[in-house]
Each structure stands twice: as C-alpha cells, then as structure tokens.
C-alpha cells in the first residue's frame, strides 16, 4: 500500500467518525426533533461511529501493529456494525410512512437477508472460502466473497423499490433524502469492489446519513414554525373574537348612563372593563401556557361586565379551588363569552353559568355548565367553530383537550383538560 493511500485510508475513516459524532451531538441537543426520531438518530449514530472506528482499527493493525487477531476481530466487527444500519433504516422508512414495522412484511424480509449476511460473517471466520486474514496480517478476499454482499444488496434493493412504493406518503425532501442514502452506499459499493483496499463505503454510508439527518431535522424545523405560526393566528382569531366592535360600544354606552345613576358602580364597571381589555392585549404576544389564575382573572373581569349589562339575566357562579396549573391564555374566558353569547335569550328563563375545576389522577379539568338553549354540536354551528379553534389551541400548546356536550333545550356542558407536564414526562419516559 503506498504512502499515500494509507493517508487517504485513516483521512477517509477519521473523518467519517467526526461526522457520526458531529451528528450525534446535534441530534442529542437539538430542540426540534420529535423523540421518536431523536431515539432512532441516536441509536443509527452510535453504530456508526462503531462502524467507522472499526474500519479504522482494521487499517492501524493491517500497517502497525502486525496483530492478525486484532484485524480479524475489527474486520468482523465493522462488518456486523454496517449490516445493522440497514435494518435500522427500514424500521425508520416505515415509521415516517406511519406503518407497524413489527408487523411489516418489508422488515421481516429485511430480517431474514440481514440474518443471512450474520451467518456467512461468522462462517467466514472459520475459513477462507469469504476473506481471511493471514498469519503475517495481510487481507485477502476469498472465491466467494462476492456472496457475502448478496444480502446487502438485496435489502438496498428491495428498499430503494419500498420507497418508490411509498413516495406518496413522504415530504418531497424525505424522499429524496431517503433516495440519496439508498443510492449512495450502493454506489460507494461497486466502487470499493472494483478498487480493492479504499473505505469508500465508510464515507459513502456517513454522508448519506448526514444528509437523512439533517433533511429530518429540516423538515422538523420547518413543521415547528408553521406550527408556531398557526398557533399566532388561532391566538390573534380568538383574540379578535373577543373584541366584538358593538361589545364595547354596548359597555360604554352602559357605563355613560352609569357615571349619573351610579357613579360608584360605574367606576367599578370602568376597572373590569379595562381588566378585560388589558388581559385581551396581554394574551396576543403570549406563545406558552399562562397560571391559570391570569384566565380566571381575566373571566372573572369579563362576567362582572356582562352581568353589569343583563342585570338579573345572568347569575354565575365559581367553585375554582383548584388553580396551581398553567393554561392557553384565550381559553376559559372565549369558553365562558361564548356560553354567555349564545345561552343568554329574552325569551328564555335566566342563564345560570358555573366554572368548576378539579384535580384529577392525570392533570387539571375545568368544567363550564350552562342552562342556556344548547345546540346541535355539528361542525357548521357557530358555537362548535368557536370551541373548535380553542381545542387546537390547547392540543398544540399543551396537549390538553376538549369536550363538548350540548343537546338543543338542555344546555351546554363543555369541559377542558390540561395533563400534568409531570405525568406526561414520566410517561413519555416510561414508552421510551
């Protein structure tokens, strides 16, 4: 081997460990990668970083050491450690195609060739029909060399055809990042057979799972703030829904004939009225859940004005004890305006509100109960369109849900959920 191959030999397989470090560093610290994707990642790294220390090994004992066992014993290793990336990659092929790969016919054909490929490593220990390493530490390839790299590329190749299968169901960028892995080894493969003695594959197999990587952290990136920007315009709708133009005018105008009848509960009109509106502004710039006590503030301010208005119309009432937990802000209160908006009838007998919270096993409830004239809870109702953009809200903020229940004459009983952080970590942590 000349100088000069040997030097490209330890560049080639250094540098491809550099990188699975590199990479395995950024997916252990990014924040915006999904833990399913952050447990693979992790796992696909760390056998190949193994992989490509293996191949090193192998090339400082074949030109130092002079140790045959060593070479044997690396050769060996970073050969099992490259047939395990490719199973690994199948299961990742089908999790982002939201397939069961433990039931997946592909993987289980993956299986069996990779099980194959073990086989013939461990029997190209005994003998020299596949390679051998010679007592003076020299590696040559044996007369059926060529069938060890038989299940290899089969599984490539059944692969490369699953993922044409399943291009529908993939991002455009996961697509081809997927189509670049599946290519590049394959291609590092013909060549490393023809030029007898150079890593190529090593290099091949780490940029395309660099390339898989950061296409998948990309792609999560950009998820994450589309998500952050729909969550601002579901915040700035709910927001405008608040401040309804004939609302405030009806309040002012109560407040002008306030200040001569009542000048001491005009006042008091004045103060809840501005706590309504400075929640209101408050809760636009807000990105992350809020004390739960701020929503009930800011409820609290919006009732006191309603009832101001439809005096003897509409009696509420609060058995909230349970407050040490955090909440969307525009949650309760949008809840709670709209029971008001829709429950309140001159026709009808008087609107009897209630907000009940409660501690539970899990997390958090709040139940807001009405008597008002209720509704269909079809898609199309206003009310529904109303709820529906608050239960988004709460599922991407903090995963909470929720729950309608409302039949046309007997009311409306909508109930929130917010799960404990706590919990939800400690079961996070338990699936994992």
């Keep these: 081997m000349t100088d000069w191959l040997t030097l490209f030999n330890f560049s080639a397989n250094i540098t491809a460990i550099l990188i699975s470090i590199i990479n395995l560093s950024v997916c252990l610290i990014s924040r915006n990668i999904d833990d399913k994707s952050r447990r693979f990642f992790s796992i696909f790294f760390i056998f190949l970083t193994l992989y490509s220390l293996f191949s090193l090994i192998s090339q400082i004992s074949m030109v130092y050491f002079g140790s045959d066992e060593l070479t044997r014993f690396s050769v060996f290793m970073f050969s099992l450690m490259s047939s395990m990336l490719m199973p690994m990659l199948v299961i990742y092929l089908l999790n982002q195609c939201n397939e069961d790969w433990k039931t997946s016919p592909l993987f289980r054909t993956t299986i069996i060739l990779w099980f194959i490929y073990v086989l013939l490593l461990v029997f190209a220990q005994f003998n020299s029909y596949i390679y051998t390493v010679s007592p003076d530490n020299v590696y040559s390839r044996g007369p059926l060399y060529p069938v060890l790299l038989v299940p290899p590329v089969l599984i490539m190749f ?27 080894p394959m291609l590092s493969m013909i060549i490393q057979m023809t030029f007898y003695g150079i890593p190529v594959i090593v290099i091949g197999t780490t940029l395309g799972a660099a390339i898989l990587f950061f296409s998948n ?9 589309r998500q952050k920007e729909e969550n601002v315009r579901l915040q700035t709708n709910a927001l405008m829904l608040q401040i309804r133009p004939h609302f405030i005018y009806n309040v002012m105008t109560s407040i002008y004939y306030l200040i001569q009848q009542d000048p001491q509960k005009a006042q008091q009109v004045v103060l809840d009225f501005t706590t309504y509106l400075r929640k209101n502004f408050t809760a636009m710039g807000r990105e992350e859940p ?18 101001m208005r439809f005096e003897n119309r509409l009696f ?26 829709h429950g309140l009838d001159p026709e009808l007998e008087p609107l009897h509100l209630s907000v009940v919270t409660r501690k539970t096993d899990t997390g958090s409830e709040i139940i807001v109960e009405d008597n008002g004239p209720g509704f269909d809870n079809t898609p199309n109702d206003e009310p529904h369109v109303a709820l529906e953009n608050i239960s988004r809200r709460l599922a991407s903020m903090c995963q909470g849900t929720l729950d309608i229940d409302s039949v046309k004459g007997r009311g409306t009983k909508v109930r929130i959920f917010i799960p404990d952080p706590a919990k939800q970590e400690r079961t996070g942590q338990a699936q994992s």
């Design 217 to 225: 952290l990309s792609y999560q990136i950009d998820e994450t703030i």
């Design 158 to 184: 059944i692969s490369l055809i699953a993922l044409f299968h399943r291009r529908d169901r993939l991002d455009r960028h996961q697509f081809y990042a997927f189509l670049f892995y599946f290519l590049l």
């Design 316 to 341: 509420v009432n609060f058995e909230t004890a349970h407050t040490s937990f955090h909440i969307p802000p525009l949650t309760l209160q949008p809840v709670v305006e709209n029971a008001v908006k």
């Design 290 to 307: 809020i004390p739960f006590t701020a929503e009930l503030e800011h409820t609290r301010a919006y009732l006191a004005v309603e009832q």
